[in-house]
């Protein structure tokens, strides 16, 4: 007579009929690991939409639609974010507001350096309001990059486009800095000078050049959103920042893009993330999200959403979708791509 299976033998039975199962989905699981985008090790988390600053043309003050809200990133959340996504190495902080207005920025910078995550804060900060424990703070605790936001070479300048805001005070916390770095021998932050060009700041140029020189701080010229800005010396304005185009409706017809259609490409390199935790995906999103807390499902999970996949897509030149609505077909910058046929290449 046959003998009867115990429990036990069962089981290797079992055992031995998954295994070509469990190989076949692994090797599923690799071509489709293979296929996807790798995860980013470099995102934005908004630290601050708060600001002291009243700018003329701050689009933060005066749109309405704009749906990001004013508030600050907490500490927790950034802690959490960082101890489940292992992947992530550095954070832009800034973006729509003052990062140092947000009153637990000292733990956060305090949790990241002692987790080898760089900060960074290029989107560029005012710089207006900062105490002396955390002027130290940057430089003890390695804050990767700092941009200051300095439209100006003196008060009266300096305060007519940044209302509210003290280019004297600027200059003194930047000094500041600057000698706390050689106290604790640090070559970080590392630091620049973000200078957007306007009427009224044009013959400033010159002398914003040397007092960045005397403080040892490299300039970079942006070109102003303003859509009715005609330059009064544009060749005085091409020799001093070695600009080509003036504006960006001049960059725009030269060039067959807009001007800053280069933060398309952060959907795949630097996802931005709301302070509140909302996905956003490049940092020009600010009227619409994608639908999805990264703090509450996750980083993986929110970057891989139906509706921020067909968005690379369409960035792509991909068919849009018609049950998805998607952000960013609303945005000027996707719909000069549509114009001149210039989509994104990944």
Same mark, same amino acid.
């Given at each position: ?40 090790? $470099? ?106 936001? !300095? ?12 209302? @509210? ?7 003194? @916390? ?98 931005? !993330? @709301? ?64 114009? $001149? @046929? ?5």
């Amino acid at each position: 007579m046959q003998k009867e299976l115990k429990p036990k033998g069962l089981a290797k039975v079992w055992r031995e009929v998954k295994r070509p199962f469990r190989q076949i989905w692994e090797q599923i699981k690799t071509i489709i690991e293979k296929n996807s985008d790798p995860l980013p090790s $470099h995102v934005r988390l908004e630290a601050c939409t708060l600001c002291q600053l009243n700018c003329t043309s701050c689009f933060m003050r005066r749109d309405k639609t704009v749906t990001v809200g004013n508030g600050y990133l907490k500490f927790c959340d950034f802690k959490n974010f960082i101890d489940k996504n292992s992947f992530v190495k550095t954070v832009e902080l800034a973006n729509n507001g003052e990062i140092f207005l947000n009153p637990e920025l000292m733990d956060i910078i305090k949790y990241a350096h002692e987790n080898g995550i760089a900060l960074r804060a290029s989107g560029g900060v005012n710089f207006n309001m900062v105490s002396d424990e955390m002027l130290e703070a940057l430089a003890q605790y390695k804050f990767e990059l700092l941009s200051f936001s !300095i439209d100006g070479a003196s008060q009266e300048v300096y305060a007519q486009y940044r209302r @509210n805001g003290d280019f004297d005070r600027v200059i003194s @916390n930047i000094s500041k800095l600057i000698k706390y770095k050689k106290k604790h021998n640090s070559k970080l932050p590392k630091l620049k000078w973000q200078y957007v060009l306007m009427n009224h700041n044009e013959r400033d140029v010159p002398k914003a050049k040397v007092i960045a020189k005397k403080l040892g701080i490299p300039m970079i010229f942006k070109l102003t959103w303003d859509k009715n800005y005609v330059p009064n010396d544009p060749e005085m304005l091409k020799r001093e920042t070695g600009l080509e185009h003036l504006s960006r409706e001049e960059f725009a017809n030269s060039n067959k893009q807009d001007y800053v259609s280069h933060v398309c490409h952060q959907l795949w390199d630097m996802p931005t !993330i @709301n302070w509140d935790g909302r996905l956003l995906g490049c940092c020009c999103l600010v009227r619409d999200d994608f639908g999805i807390n990264v703090f509450e499902v996750g980083l993986k999970k929110a970057l891989k959403s139906k509706k921020y996949r067909n968005a690379k897509k369409i960035l792509c030149g991909g068919k849009i979708s018609k049950s998805i609505d998607h952000p960013c077909v609303k945005c000027a910058r996707y719909k000069m791509m549509v114009k $001149h @046929n210039s989509f994104l290449k990944r």
